[in-house]
């Protein structure tokens, strides 16, 4: 792995991920063993995870250069557009200026793809035969899915039970890219069957499916577990999403004011805002604007302390804001956001008041996301309807107060294969019935 200080040079495609850690005033606090009563050392991972994501895990250099076969996977849909959300902008009647970062056009029609990419290079270029992981929304298991086909790998996706329910369409893509879905918690490991003893009817939750993928990973030959968010190198995959919104607002003439991504282990959110924490720390006036639901308050509620990052503990003990392992969200739509951690890395900087963190109600997003859909004809992923929500309500502040600022959020993926719930209407009528958003 090539690493350094300075940004290796690139053209309108980042040729490096940009490694948070590096620039932060004080260091990230080490994780601890799961068990033992020590800090986690790099061979803790072995049985999890590739050496060459270990050692980015433990990384601190600012640079670490792409793969070129990474680079190659990503220039099918990167960079990706920035746009003005025009349509948006006129019917808020706002002076202030909304560009989203239209992740949803990736293959697999979100950011995850990011990090899906890299991780089964670095999997197939030791040897390994299988992944396993979680999935909530749909969006990661589809981008692993979709990834371990094109890299000849077999795919294991832990499903969250209501998200099987309330997204039959995704579990068939996950299918039809040959991976192998299992609703969670899943009878098939000793951390779900606990779980459905407790409750048969358990809707499930992404540290419980982080349990049942983390137990099949350690206990199956040729087997490792791909983390979906939370872990520091998945932040830093994600940044081509924020390294390439500030070239395309430096081509522009723009300079973001509030900076917005919704947040749910972290992954979307920290890709976009990292690259602007520097020019934060320099004396930047940027807001950089965390958004969860408020049924999941994970930043805005949660303690900043030591916790696991799944249900049955068999991860690391990780500093970071949390509800509680044992935390079972509410069963909202927005499935990707029912998580009871936060990233380290986002934990951190919301320790330090570097970023903000908003808790919203889940109307209130589903309501925007309508409003999104209407105007600039995309359908947003359930989880993207809070960031929408929160730069809508900041292009308002900005009409009261007659301010023309620059409002960039990320769209983080598309909705359009979650749409069709049993009982439900399809398509757009997804959102019917909830409280329109008052402009
Ligand atoms: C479209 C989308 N956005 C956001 C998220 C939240 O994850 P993260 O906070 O890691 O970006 C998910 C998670 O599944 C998702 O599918």
Redesign the pocket.
């Given at each position: 792995m090539l690493s350094s200080d300075s940004e290796p040079n690139a053209g309108e495609r980042p040729a490096a991920w940009y490694n948070l850690a590096a620039d932060l005033p004080e260091p990230p606090p080490t994780p601890l063993h799961p068990s033992e009563d020590r800090p986690l050392q790099p061979h803790d991972l072995e049985p999890l995870l590739p050496k060459a994501l270990i050692e980015q895990e433990w990384a601190r250099t600012r640079w670490i250069e792409i793969p070129a076969t990474v680079l190659e996977a990503y220039s099918q849909w990167r960079p990706t557009a920035l746009v003005r959300a025009r349509n948006l902008e006129r019917v808020l009647k706002t002076p202030a200026r909304i560009y989203f970062k239209d992740e949803s056009v990736s293959p697999s029609g979100?950011?995850?793809l990011n990090t899906a990419v890299p991780q089964a290079y670095y999997n197939r270029q030791e040897g390994v035969a299988r992944l396993t992981t979680e999935?909530?929304?749909?969006?990661?298991g589809r981008s692993l899915a979709m990834t371990c086909a094109s890299f000849g790998l077999s795919c294991t996706v832990f499903m969250v039970r209501l998200s099987c329910q309330q997204r039959p369409r995704s579990r068939a893509i996950i299918e039809r890219y040959g991976a192998t879905v299992v609703p969670s918690p899943s009878p098939h490991t000793a951390a779900g069957r606990r779980a459905l003893i407790e409750d048969p009817n358990c809707p499930g939750s992404i540290g419980m499916a982080i349990s049942d993928a983390i137990e099949t990973a350690t206990s199956c030959e040729g087997t490792k577990y791909a983390f979906?968010?939370?872990l520091n190198h998945?932040m830093f995959h994600?940044t081509v999403i924020g390294l390439e919104t500030k070239r395309q607002l430096a081509g522009l003439g723009e300079r973001p004011n509030v900076v917005i991504?919704?947040?749910?282990?972290?992954?979307?959110?920290a890709g976009m805002a990292s690259p602007f924490v520097a020019d934060k720390l320099r004396g930047e006036p940027i807001r950089l604007l965390a958004v969860e639901p408020e049924t999941c308050p994970t930043l805005t509620r949660g303690a900043y302390r030591y916790d696991y990052a799944d249900a049955a503990r068999l991860t690391p003990r990780f500093k970071m804001f949390t509800l509680g392992v044992d935390y079972v969200p509410a069963a909202i739509r927005a499935?990707?956001?029912r998580y009871h951690g936060m990233s380290p890395l986002v934990s951190l900087v919301a320790k330090l008041g570097i970023v903000e963190a908003l808790a919203l109600a889940e109307a209130d997003c589903l309501a925007a996301a309508r409003v999104f859909a209407d105007e600039e004809g995309i359908v947003p992923?359930a989880?993207?309807a809070y960031a929408i929500a929160a730069a809508i309500a900041e292009a308002q502040r900005c009409r009261q107060m007659g301010r023309s600022e620059c409002i960039v959020f990320t769209l983080?993926?598309h909705g359009r294969f979650e749409t069709e719930t049993p009982g439900r209407k399809p398509s757009l009528c997804l959102m019917e019935g909830d409280r329109v958003f008052s402009s």
């Open positions: 979100s950011h995850k999935t909530g929304a749909g969006q990661w979906g968010s939370v998945v994600q991504g919704c947040v749910g282990g972290g992954s979307n959110f499935c990707g956001l992923a989880e993207s983080s993926g």
